[in-house]
């Protein structure tokens, strides 16, 4: 188990702990559930590179204690 932190740049920051073989999209449900908004609405980022949800975290290196930018759309 690893746990990631999101921040959405307006005061809520998430961690949620989660396993490096999930994939983007099974991250994204964990974080709508913990801060009550729809999976589809959440974008995930780091830096200028924008998260594909069928990607696992492992294979875009995200360990723990990782800080991802996190966006509404």
Known sequence: MIE???N????KK??????PDDTIGDF???VAAQIGTSAEK?????WYNTF?????????EISNGASLEMYYS
């Open 4 to 6: 990631v932190i999101c």
């Open 8 to 11: 959405d740049r307006l005061g």
């Open 14 to 19: 998430v961690r949620v702990k989660c396993d």
């Open 28 to 30: 994204k449900k964990l």
């Open 42 to 46: 959440i974008v995930l980022k780091k």
């Open 52 to 60: 594909k949800d069928h990607i696992t975290l492992a294979d875009y």
